[in-house]
């Protein structure tokens, strides 16, 4: 079995930061490409940004030049470092990845809560 922690979440004013982190854990599982999505009230999920395991990065418009995705492939954990802040940022976030236990399936973390006050 498979599971993603997310942690960092939590509270700030606009034009603030904060850090996410997702690690992975299990035994004997294979990652590839891992992400961060959200989901505002009465929103869809959307994507926020991905990174392979080469390392290449997409990410949403709406968080280009604010946000950052990296990797740790040795600790099969990604983070995401939010800067500048806006309200509009506010959303549980979530940590998807691409893992092959038996065969390839995504999976999805629990969600960390980012506030962001105006």
């Known amino acids: 079995q498979v599971q993603l922690v997310e942690s960092g979440g939590g509270l700030v004013q606009a034009g603030g930061s904060l850090r996410l982190s997702c690690a992975a854990s299990g035994i004997k599982f294979v990652i590839n490409t891992m992400g961060w999505y959200r989901q505002a009230p009465g929103k869809q999920r959307e994507l926020v940004a991905t990174i392979t395991r080469e390392g290449s990065t997409n990410y949403a418009d709406s968080v280009k030049g604010r946000f950052a995705i990296s990797r740790d492939n040795g600790k099969n954990t990604i983070y995401l470092q939010m800067n500048s802040l806006k309200p509009d940022d506010t959303a549980v976030y979530y940590c998807?990845?691409?893992?092959?236990?038996?065969?390839?399936?995504?999976?999805w973390g629990q969600g960390t809560q980012v506030t962001v006050s105006s």
């Open positions: 998807n990845a691409d893992i092959r236990v038996m065969t390839w399936r995504q999976y």
